[in-house]
């Protein structure tokens, strides 16, 4: 197909590493990337499902496309992702205007359904499985100095109030030479940083073995691999899962040295009953026990974490041990949701629902006391040099947006170039964000 292309990111690092995939397809068949809805021939709303806010954000968008569909017949709107996977027909059924619907197992279809698109109509393809990664498919990164590498897709979990084993299906692993040679072609390529991928890492390497044996991959055996590459110099991953969490992970983490002293490790609930009831099976002094132990094995890491409020059953008792778990785990930096029932999940049909005010003033409560934690944290920081991978423009004028290796992003002034490392000396903190200076590289004698 000619002309151009637009793709809308909803939800999380899978996504984003969909939409490259997604891309990397419309370029190879001959289109172009535009900013503008305005001009594009083909529109892609890559969504996601995991709230109810993501839900309602799909058919706000789809309502504003459909003028423009009226006003040219020839743009073709894809809906991709979670929510094309949970929804299926009943999208076009709302916004008949949808030309292709295509599941998360059914990517590498999509130039067809494009293609039939064209003489037949609307075309909708939501197989429950293929054979083919998303990243064998061609990428069009949105940067070129650092890339997302899925290891494993799906999840075995079945947390009561998760979606995603609904959409993304059972956990499936790529086999870690396939992994390690596209780290070694984008290391070749000058990508200098990788975020490892997968609903799980911890059980990476479940359902395949090492080529010529009957042995399972373990994760920590993938990061010390992919910590033989050369030319990068970073490697990220996410999530690990606490229930699985393993002490050879620390150890490898602390040993490789290209591996960020960052991670990020999801409590979900501070509160024992809420945990059960979530079908997570670590309890909180279990969890609090393992940030002891990572902090021990990698001095300096940074610990963000994901954390629901207002679970079906939490009482005020429940509550105040999470906000108590959080006191004690002093994160860096939380992601706080509040609960959102999610269609055909066990959670959603639990009784005992909780009344919107009472969770939004749990939550704020919540908030509030993290977004303390955060800001001592962060000033914790003022006055220290650390190296930072400059990510690209800042917010305001000639400055630039860069990153810790503990995942903290630091604003500095001046117009850098993305992908070079530079020493930051950190001068202002705030709870999302520190700023700092640049500290001149000695000169070489
Ligand atoms: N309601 C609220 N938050 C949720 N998450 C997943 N499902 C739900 C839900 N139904 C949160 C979890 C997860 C993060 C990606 O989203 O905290 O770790
Ligand atoms: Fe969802 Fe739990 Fe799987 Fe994470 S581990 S994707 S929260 S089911």
Redesign the pocket.
């Known amino acids: 197909m000619k002309g151009t292309y637009l793709i809308r990111t909803f939800g999380?690092q899978m996504n984003e590493h969909d939409s490259e995939r997604i891309g990397g397809m419309l370029r190879a068949d001959g289109m172009t990337p535009t900013a503008e809805v305005a001009d594009a021939r083909v529109v892609v709303l890559n969504t996601c499902a995991?709230?109810e806010n993501a839900d309602n954000k799909l058919y706000g968008n789809l309502g504003h496309l459909k003028p423009l569909k009226a006003e040219n017949p020839d743009l073709r709107i894809v809906v991709a992702g979670c929510l094309a996977q949970k929804d299926q027909g009943l999208i076009q059924q709302k916004a008949p205007w949808v030309d292709v619907v295509v599941g998360t197992h059914a990517l590498p279809h999509l130039l067809d359904l494009l293609r039939r698109a064209e003489d037949e109509g609307p075309q909708m393809d939501i197989a429950e499985y293929t054979e083919l990664f998303p990243s064998a498919l061609p990428a069009a990164r949105n940067d070129a100095f650092r890339a997302w590498v899925s290891i494993a897709v799906g999840c075995d979990n079945a947390c009561t109030?998760?979606?995603v084993p609904f959409v993304r299906g059972a956990q499936r692993s790529r086999a870690i030479g396939d992994v390690l040679a596209e780290v070694q072609g984008l290391a070749r390529d000058g990508v200098v940083e990788v975020t490892l991928l997968g609903q799980n890492v911890n059980t990476y390497g479940r359902d395949v073995t090492v080529p010529g044996t009957s042995r399972r991959p373990l994760f920590a055996e993938l990061l010390r691999q992919v910590n033989e590459v050369e030319g990068l110099r970073r490697i990220r991953f996410t999530s690990p899962h606490p229930h699985d969490f393993t002490p050879d992970v620390i150890e490898a983490m602390a040993e490789s040295e290209k591996v960020c002293e960052h991670i990020h490790f999801?409590m979900?609930s501070g509160s024992d009953p809420v945990l059960r009831a979530m079908q997570r099976s670590y309890r909180r002094e279990r969890y609090l026990g393992w940030l002891d132990r990572i902090r021990d094995g990698i001095p300096g890491v940074g610990v963000s974490t994901?954390?629901?409020v207002g679970f079906p059953g939490e009482t005020d008792a429940d509550f105040a041990d999470t906000l108590d778990a959080v006191s004690r785990a002093r994160f860096d930096s939380a992601?706080t949701?509040?609960?959102?029932?999610?269609p055909g999940?066990r959670?959603a049909s639990m009784p005992d629902q909780l009344p919107k005010e009472v969770v939004q003033e749990r939550f704020e409560r919540l908030v509030s006391l993290q977004e303390r934690i955060s800001l001592e944290k962060a000033r914790a920081q003022v006055g220290t040099e650390t190296e930072v991978l400059v990510e690209g423009a800042g917010r305001r004028g000639a400055s630039s947006q860069s990153r810790t290796r503990t995942n903290r992003i630091v604003h500095l002034q001046g117009a850098l170039d993305p992908g070079t490392f530079v020493t930051a000396r950190i001068t202002d903190a705030a709870p999302h964000h520190l700023s700092g200076e640049v500290v001149p590289a000695p000169a070489l004698v």
């Open positions: 999380c995991i709230r109030f998760c979606i999801p979900q994901d954390i629901i992601y949701f509040q609960y959102s029932p999610r999940t959670a």
